[in-house]
């Protein structure tokens, strides 16, 4: 099958083909109810109960192709579109646009010099060796600590200043933590979560450039806005999902308005009567993070019966 021919009818969605959000995304294509079939080291896949291609790309790519307006919607980090944006000629404007935060793939992208060097603060790598795969969010950086300014603020100025000392900034695509100890490199700029990989090359992080985390990206070019809209409302109600969880419990009539402060729900509480006249039933959507806590706080108003239930897709209100 000729998959290129049947890209042109329709929306292109791109998804990170390898890397730290790809299960994630994988994940949420399903609870969207995308149903595709990817071919073994093939990057366009036709979605079959719906008019799209899922085309896997890099998630430092997505940005681009997303911008150019080849891509209509993507999944991708907010460091890339950052980075994206940061690359752009002087003048011109980002067409890509953040539409929901995703929640998955957070972390911090830092300065970091070895442990046990004579650098403690970012000022003391002006001059010197830094490389980065985030290179032009990285020059920003340290054209803002040479001169005060950004590379593109420094530009439209009428007198750009010159730094004394310019920072070189070199390019690698990975495995970034070993410049330092190869010599290549004075002080990185890379992403940290748990700073395992970090501790491990013997370095430590002096200042955050950017946090990140996952997000659905769309091309202010597109012309699927229609089908944009119903694969964003689709993920939204997974992320929804993934974030309440449905919490029942009977309480006394008498302490019901004590238990529905604890539990005000998104739009407000359910509360059916029970068999017992004292006693009513109630249903809200809980914060999985304040879960533990809330039903601490209910059980504190003689709140039982208290159930958390698992969601797996949801449609409500913001
Ligand atoms: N350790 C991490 N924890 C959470 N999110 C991360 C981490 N590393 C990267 N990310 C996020 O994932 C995005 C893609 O980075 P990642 O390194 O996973 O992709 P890649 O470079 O294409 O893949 P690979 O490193 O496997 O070649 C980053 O831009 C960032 O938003
Ligand atoms: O703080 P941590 O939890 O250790 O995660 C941070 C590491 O994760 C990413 O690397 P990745 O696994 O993508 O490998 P790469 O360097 O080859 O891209 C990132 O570039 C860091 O090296
Ligand atoms: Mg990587």
Same mark, same amino acid.
């Given at each position: 099958?000729?998959?290129?021919? =049947?890209?042109?009818?329709?929306?292109?969605?791109?998804?990170?083909? &390898?890397?730290?959000?790809?299960?994630?995304? !994988?994940?949420?294509?399903?609870?969207?109810?995308?149903?595709?079939?990817?071919?073994?080291?093939?990057?366009?896949?036709?979605?079959?109960?719906?008019? $799209?291609?899922?085309?896997?790309?890099?998630?430092?790519?997505?940005?681009?192709?997303?911008?150019?307006? &080849?891509?209509?919607?993507?999944?991708?980090?907010? *460091?890339?579109?950052?980075? =994206?944006?940061?690359? %752009?000629?002087? /003048?011109?404007?980002?067409?890509?646009?953040?539409?929901?935060?995703?929640?998955? /793939?957070?972390?911090?992208?830092?300065?970091?010099?070895?442990?046990?060097?004579?650098?403690?603060?970012?000022?003391?790598?002006?001059?010197?060796?830094?490389?980065?795969?985030?290179?032009?969010?990285?020059? *920003?950086?340290?054209?803002?600590?040479?001169? /005060?300014?950004?590379?593109?603020?420094?530009?439209?100025?009428?007198?750009?200043?010159?730094?004394?000392? &310019?920072?070189? $900034?070199?390019?690698?695509?990975?495995?970034?933590?070993?410049?330092?100890?190869?010599?290549?490199?004075?002080?990185?700029? *890379?992403?940290?979560?748990? /700073?395992?990989?970090?501790?491990?090359?013997? %370095?430590?992080?002096?200042?955050?450039?950017?946090?990140?985390?996952?997000? !659905?990206?769309?091309?202010?070019?597109?012309?699927?806005?229609?089908?944009?809209?119903? $694969?964003?409302?689709?993920?939204?109600?997974?992320?929804?999902?993934?974030?309440?969880?449905?919490?029942?419990?009977?309480?006394?009539?008498?302490? %019901?308005?004590?238990?529905?402060?604890?539990?005000?729900?998104?739009?407000?509480?359910?509360?059916?009567?029970? *068999?017992?006249?004292?006693?009513?039933?109630?249903?809200?959507?809980?914060?999985?993070?304040?879960?533990?806590?809330?039903?601490?706080?209910?059980?504190?108003?003689?709140?039982?019966? $208290?159930?958390?239930?698992?969601?797996?897709?949801?449609?409500?209100?913001?």
């Amino acid at each position: 099958m000729d998959l290129v021919n =049947h890209l042109s009818d329709r929306m292109l969605f791109a998804v990170p083909k &390898k890397g730290r959000l790809q299960q994630a995304c !994988l994940d949420l294509l399903s609870g969207s109810d995308i149903q595709f079939k990817r071919e073994n080291r093939l990057d366009i896949a036709l979605v079959k109960n719906l008019p $799209i291609a899922l085309i896997f790309l890099p998630a430092a790519d997505i940005p681009t192709f997303v911008g150019e307006g &080849k891509v209509d919607l993507g999944i991708t980090g907010i *460091d890339q579109v950052a980075e =994206h944006d940061a690359s %752009l000629p002087y /003048g011109e404007a980002s067409n890509v646009e953040q539409v929901m935060d995703l929640g998955f /793939g957070k972390c911090k992208l830092q300065v970091q010099v070895p442990e046990k060097g004579d650098i403690k603060d970012a000022k003391d790598l002006i001059g010197k060796n830094v490389v980065t795969s985030f290179t032009a969010l990285t020059e *920003d950086y340290f054209a803002r600590l040479e001169t /005060g300014r950004t590379r593109s603020e420094s530009i439209s100025g009428t007198m750009s200043p010159v730094p004394k000392l &310019k920072t070189k $900034i070199k390019f690698v695509g990975g495995s970034v933590e070993a410049a330092c100890a190869l010599g290549v490199a004075d002080g990185i700029v *890379d992403l940290v979560e748990s /700073g395992e990989t970090m501790r491990a090359a013997g %370095l430590c992080a002096i200042d955050t450039v950017v946090e990140s985390t996952a997000v !659905l990206v769309k091309s202010k070019r597109t012309s699927n806005q229609k089908l944009v809209n119903l $694969i964003t409302a689709r993920i939204k109600g997974v992320i929804q999902a993934q974030r309440y969880v449905l919490c029942t419990y009977n309480v006394p009539r008498s302490r %019901l308005s004590e238990a529905t402060k604890i539990t005000p729900g998104k739009r407000a509480p359910t509360v059916t009567s029970l *068999d017992e006249p004292d006693w009513v039933a109630v249903s809200a959507m809980v914060e999985k993070k304040e879960l533990a806590t809330v039903m601490d706080r209910l059980e504190d108003v003689q709140a039982t019966d $208290i159930l958390a239930t698992a969601l797996i897709n949801s449609r409500t209100t913001a």
